[in-house]
């Protein structure tokens, strides 16, 4: 019997390095003559370089860099040869502040530039930026800014080190001490999300809620995005509204592919096509998956939604573990290919679940492992 173990990560909880070998742990305990294929998922969020290190290899280099609300922290880069894997989260991402720390209008992306201008410095020529997982919401000026162009606003002063609240003022910008090394970089975005730039499917309306920001917080930095977007166009001619997921990760797509020529791709994709996953799941008999949330919008466009397109392509039955599950799933979605199952025993606190995330992962794989061991017995 071959399994393969794909699990998306439990934010807050257990990357899905962690939770792929909770399970695989059970698996092996129970199941000991299976065939186990570990299979972590990542679609550019966080814990994205720790799978492409685990896909691709590579050797990390820690740099000093400046936090979402510039304090100095260790972050850390993959480098292969002459291309780099930075991920966003290492250095602008939300889970390196406290909840009372969260507020998109005052957090910046500069330690994303810092980490970036490294990785150039040190002679790579290509740059993988992974987004996803920011606390962010300055539309990518806060690394453009650590790049070498310049942001100033209608008095002329110069934006220093670009946040969210500075979007709505930005009237200038100067690209003429952007390095040589940096113009001719290539920089590709992993990134999953479709959401343009600003209005009510923007980075500000969709996402900005989940950053601290208040009702009348949002407003305004959609204001300043879209200030933002006419700025771009003055400058560079590209319309941004028209560039699917520019919104993504506080609208830095929209800054790097506006100032830098980078191209956005799939992340979710570019993880499977490396890692062969379609040649692997042909030859399995199931495979177990999940992430810390199953909702409706899970089965539309998002990393388990590729693992189920792959195994109703190819007849494979799948298991699903989350920390929450929507209701509205259990009844649109299980079926006798995909079966889901919450780990949680019971009602907790969000704060239980966060830190018995292996603990009720465990449990609950050794539950269905018993199950699937006997039916395989019984065949």
Excluded: H
Excluded at 54 to 65: M, Q, S
Excluded at 95 to 109: A, S
Excluded at 336 to 343: G, H, R, Y
């Amino acid at each position: 019997m071959k399994i393969i173990i794909a699990m998306d990560s439990f934010k807050g909880s257990m990357s899905s390095v962690e939770a792929t070998e909770v399970v695989k742990k059970v698996c092996m305990k129970i199941v000991p003559r299976v065939k186990v294929i570990s299979f972590p998922l990542a679609d550019g969020g966080e814990g994205t370089i720790e799978v492409i290190k685990r896909l691709i290899g590579g050797r990390y280099k820690e740099v000093i860099v400046s936090d979402p609300l510039g304090r100095k922290i260790k972050a850390k880069y993959i480098k292969k040869g002459k291309v780099a894997f930075v991920e966003m989260a290492k250095a602008s991402g939300l889970i390196l502040l406290d909840e009372n720390e969260e507020n998109p209008l005052w957090t910046t992306t500069f330690g994303t530039g810092e980490i970036i201008k490294d990785a150039v410095f040190s002679n790579c020529k290509k740059i993988y930026l992974c987004v996803g997982g920011s606390a962010t919401n300055d539309g990518g000026i806060g690394a453009l800014t650590a790049l070498g162009i310049k942001f100033f606003d209608r008095k002329g002063r110069k934006i220093y080190p670009g946040k969210g609240k500075d979007l709505f003022e930005i009237s200038k910008v100067d690209t003429s001490k952007l390095n040589q090394r940096i113009k001719k970089c290539e920089f590709v975005i992993l990134s999953d999300v479709k959401n343009p730039l600003y209005g009510k499917k923007g980075a500000s309306y969709v996402y900005a809620p989940q950053k601290g920001a208040s009702k009348k917080d949002v407003e305004f930095l959609d204001r300043g995005l879209r200030n933002y977007a006419k700025i771009i166009k003055k400058y560079t001619g590209k319309d941004v509204s028209k560039i699917e997921g520019s919104g993504a990760a506080g609208g830095i797509c929209a800054g790097f592919v506006s100032f830098l020529n980078a191209k956005i791709i799939s992340g979710i994709d570019f993880i499977l096509n490396k890692g062969k996953f379609e040649e692997k799941i042909k030859k399995a008999d199931i495979v177990i998956t999940g992430e810390g949330r199953i909702d409706v919008q899970t089965f539309y466009g998002k990393s388990l939604s590729r693992i189920f397109s792959f195994s109703e392509k190819y007849n494979i039955p799948v298991v699903v573990f989350a920390g929450e599950v929507d209701e509205k799933v259990y009844k649109k979605f299980n079926s006798e290919k995909i079966v889901i199952f919450s780990i949680l025993p019971s009602i907790v606190s969000k704060e239980e679940a966060m830190k018995k995330g292996k603990s009720f992962l465990r449990i609950k794989s050794e539950q269905i492992f018993k199950v699937l061991k006997w039916e395989k017995v019984k065949t």
